[in-house]
C-alpha cells in the first residue's frame, strides 16, 4: 500500500466522514509525503502518531486551557484541563500528572486498531500499585507516543480523578481539585494558553503500524487485561 493510501486510510476520526477531509483530497504522495515528515513547528515537536491537515489549520504548540465536561444525561459539570506537550516533554508530563492519584489506581488502554476512533475499545484493569504501572509504562513509551490508535487513561475512583493520554497524545485531567495538576503542567514547561487550540479542533490523520499492534497486545499482557 502507498504511502498516501496508507495515510488516508487512517484518516476518517471521531466520527468524520471521509469526504470531509478535503485538504488532503487532491495532494499526491509526493506532497503528503514531505507533509509528513514535518514533525517540527518553532518548538513544539509532534509525535508520530498524528499529523494536522495539510492546509494547517492549527499550528500545535505547547499549552493548557481549562474545559468543562458536561455529563449529557445528568448535566453534572466537572472541570478539565487540556493540554498539548512538545515531544521532549510529554511522557514525563504525563508521569508526573500520575503522582497526586494516589499510591493505587485503576487503568484503561483504549485501542481503535481495528476501527476507527468512533469506535474504540476500552480495555480495564483495576488496583494496580502506581508505582509498578509507572515502571511498566516505562518500557512502553515509544508506542504510548507513536501509535495513534492508542490511549492511556489513570484514575483513581476514590478521589475522583482521572488523566488522560489519548489517541491524539493530548493530556487531559478530569476533576474537581486540580490545583496539583495545573502546577505539574507549569513544573514541566506548559503554560495557560486561553486562547490555545489543539489539533483535534481541525483536520488531522493518524498514523498506526502492526509492530504497535503487537506492542499494544503486550502491554496488555503485561498489565493482566484481557483483550
Keep these: 500500500m502507498g504511502f498516501l493510501k496508507k495515510f488516508l486510510k487512517t484518516t476518517a476520526r ?72 512538545t515531544r521532549e516533554r510529554l511522557f514525563d508530563t504525563f508521569l508526573s500528572l500520575l503522582d497526586p492519584l494516589g499510591e493505587s489506581v485503576d487503568v484503561v488502554l483504549e485501542t481503535s486498531h481495528c476501527g476507527t476512533t468512533a469506535n474504540h475499545t476500552d480495555l480495564y484493569r483495576e488496583h494496580i500499585d502506581l508505582a509498578v504501572l509507572q515502571s511498566v509504562l516505562y518500557d512502553f513509551e515509544d508506542m504510548l507516543l507513536d501509535d495513534g490508535c492508542c490511549g492511556i487513561a489513570v484514575l483513581n475512583p476514590r478521589t475522583p480523578m482521572e488523566v488522560q493520554l489519548d489517541e491524539h497524545k493530548l493530556l487531559f485531567v478530569y476533576g474537581h481539585n486540580n490545583a496539583e495538576y495545573e502546577a505539574a503542567l507549569q513544573n514541566n514547561g506548559v503554560p495557560a494558553c486561553d486562547d490555545i487550540r489543539f489539533i483535534t479542533e481541525a483536520e488531522h490523520v493518524h498514523s498506526s503500524t502492526d509492530e504497535f499492534q503487537e506492542r499494544f497486545a503486550q502491554l496488555c499482557w503485561q498489565l493482566g487485561i484481557d483483550e
Excluded: C
Excluded at 503528503?32 to 502518531?49: P, Q, S
Excluded at 491537515?53 to 478539565?80: A, C, F, K, M
Design 14 to 85: 471521531d466520527g468524520e466522514a471521509p469526504q470531509a477531509l478535503s485538504s488532503f483530497r487532491n495532494v499526491s504522495e509526493d506532497e503528503l509525503n514531505a507533509h509528513m515528515e514535518v514533525a517540527r513547528y518553532g518548538d513544539f515537536t509532534l509525535t508520530d502518531a498524528v499529523r494536522p491537515s495539510y492546509s494547517l489549520e492549527v499550528i500545535p504548540r505547547t499549552g493548557y486551557r481549562r474545559e468543562w465536561y458536561v455529563d449529557q444525561n445528568s448535566g453534572t459539570r466537572i472541570p478539565v484541563l487540556m493540554a498539548s506537550v
